[in-house]
């Protein structure tokens, strides 16, 4: 049995690939829905879906402004994130190193 994806995840957030692309689109700064959707084979609607995805889990955040809503990325959320990563992958380039260290001392032998 599998489970509803957590909201707040934001792995299960960068899951999709459109969200993803909207990430991308506001790596330089914020943006409104309608510049982000110009961008996107997606409709409008689409686009609040999917930043609504990516505000739960902490990725972009929102602000009003008139009567537009601007979006940018969150930077401790982006940063949790990339934490994670640096430590996941920190573990695992150490084991890769070893394995090839032992591999080329062996071949030396």
């Not at 991308?24 to 700064?29: A, D, K, S, V």
């Given at each position: 049995?599998?489970?509803?994806?957590?909201?707040t995840?934001?792995?299960?957030?960068?899951?999709?690939?459109?969200?993803?692309?909207?990430?991308?689109?506001?790596?330089?700064?914020e943006?409104?829905?309608?510049?982000?959707?110009?961008?996107?084979?997606?409709?409008?609607?689409?686009?609040?879906?999917?930043?609504?995805?990516?505000?739960?889990?902490?990725?972009?955040?929102?602000?009003?402004?008139?009567?537009?809503?601007l979006?940018?990325?969150?930077?401790?959320?982006?940063?949790?994130?990339?934490?994670?990563l640096?430590?996941?992958?920190?573990?695992?380039?150490?084991?890769?190193?070893?394995?090839?260290?032992?591999?080329?001392?062996?071949?030396?032998?």
């Amino acid at each position: 049995m599998t489970s509803a994806p957590d909201p707040t995840d934001p792995f299960s957030a960068l899951g999709d690939a459109n969200r993803r692309a909207i990430v991308e689109l506001l790596r330089p700064g914020e943006r409104s829905v309608q510049q982000i959707a110009d961008d996107l084979p997606i409709s409008r609607p689409a686009v609040s879906q999917h930043l609504r995805v990516l505000k739960q889990a902490g990725l972009v955040t929102e602000e009003a402004r008139g009567t537009r809503r601007l979006y940018r990325l969150h930077d401790e959320g982006v940063a949790a994130a990339r934490a994670y990563l640096e430590r996941v992958w920190g573990d695992a380039a150490g084991r890769i190193r070893l394995t090839a260290e032992n591999t080329r001392r062996g071949r030396g032998r």
